[in-house]
């Protein structure tokens, strides 16, 4: 099996594009408990390579499609709205499934690129991190309640060439 581990960015103050000091005490944190990881990808946006980096883990390559939901996509159901408003909102968005196919696909390559047993991680943002849920397993992830918080995450597991669990993992700060 191999493990996808999702997380949302840490903490920064508006308007600025980068962590503040209680988000990078905070990633420091939860990255001294996570790992190892055959791969780090993440969003392009400073917040988020910040986030890995200060979890002590180098990005190997970042990618646009983790660093923000369709415009449409998001007018039509907020990033913050949940896994299950998102899911319900699958048939009726028409930019959803898209989307969703591009996560998959991402996710499949880049699974494709660590070993049996090894750990994947991706950093990105609000929504993105249900919707990556969302992609890889509908049907569990729809139950998984609240969106993410800042630094927490999604665990998705891959056997067998395919995904087939989902979990939340909650950060107390």
């Known amino acids: 099996m191999k493990t996808i581990e999702h997380r949302r960015h840490a903490l920064r103050t508006k308007p600025s594009p980068h962590l503040n000091a209680k988000g990078v005490a905070i990633a ?7 790992g190892p990881f055959a791969r780090v990808i993440s969003s392009p946006k400073r917040r988020a390579v910040e986030t890995a980096v ?3 883990f180098a990005v190997d390559e970042t990618y646009s499609v983790l660093k923000s939901i369709p415009k449409d996509l998001n007018d039509f159901v907020p990033h913050d709205a949940g896994f299950s408003a998102f899911f319900e909102a699958i048939p009726d968005a028409p930019e959803a499934e898209r989307y969703l196919e591009k996560l998959r696909n991402l ?19 609000g ?4 919707w990556s849920a969302l992609a890889c397993c509908p049907e569990d992830a729809r139950k998984l309640g ?5 630094c927490e995450a999604v665990e998705i597991d891959w056997k067998d060439g ?9 950060v107390n700060f």
């Open 54 to 56: 200060a979890m002590g």
């Open 107 to 125: 996710f499949a390559r880049e699974l494709e690129k660590i070993p049996e047993g090894g750990r994947l991680l991706v950093v990105s943002h």
């Open 146 to 150: 609240n969106p993410v918080d800042k």
């Open 162 to 170: 395919r995904f087939v669990g989902v979990r939340v993992v909650r």
């Open 127 to 130: 929504g993105v991190v249900e």
């Open 28 to 34: 420091r944190e939860v990255g001294e408990k996570a």
